[in-house]
Nanobody, 121 residues
Framework: VQLVESGGGLVQAGGSLRLSCAAS????????MGWWRQFPGEQREWVAAITTGPSDVDNTKYTDSVQGRFTISRDSARNTLYLQMNNLKPEDSAVYYC????????????WGQGTQVTVSS
């Protein structure tokens, strides 16, 4: 599975950005997709995840700090994952990574190259 992110950039506090992640390859093996971020000098942290439940309804989860401001979604037909980020804060500045996980025989993670988001105060 290959993942390519886009959409990062510089924005003022209170502004919005939308990140995209185009997936290709063996995407049928993927059970969970999500976004993570990494602050300078720190470990990567989970931001949001999306899975498909019964009746093809998407289930979403968010870390507390972005709940109500960020929205994860996907376009299955285009194999693309999105992260709409509203009311951005300087503390959201980080490198954002797209993640796809296959949950057969344990967990296998795939990562994109990352995209920089910088929020100025």
């Amino acid at each position: 599975v290959q993942l390519v992110e886009s959409g990062g950039g510089l924005v003022q506090a209170g502004g919005s950005l939308r990140l995209s992640c185009a997936a290709s390859g063996s995407t049928a093996s993927i059970n969970v997709m999500g976004w993570w971020r990494q602050f300078p000098g720190e470990q990567r942290e989970w931001v949001a995840a999306i899975t498909t439940g019964p009746s093809d309804v998407d289930n979403t989860k968010y870390t507390d700090s972005v709940q109500g401001r960020f929205t994860i979604s996907r376009d299955s037909a285009r194999n693309t994952l999105y992260l709409q980020m509203n009311n951005l804060k300087p503390e959201d500045s980080a490198v954002y990574y797209c993640n796809a996980a296959a949950l057969v025989r344990g967990r296998v993670d795939y990562w994109g190259q990352g995209t920089q988001v910088t929020v100025s105060s």
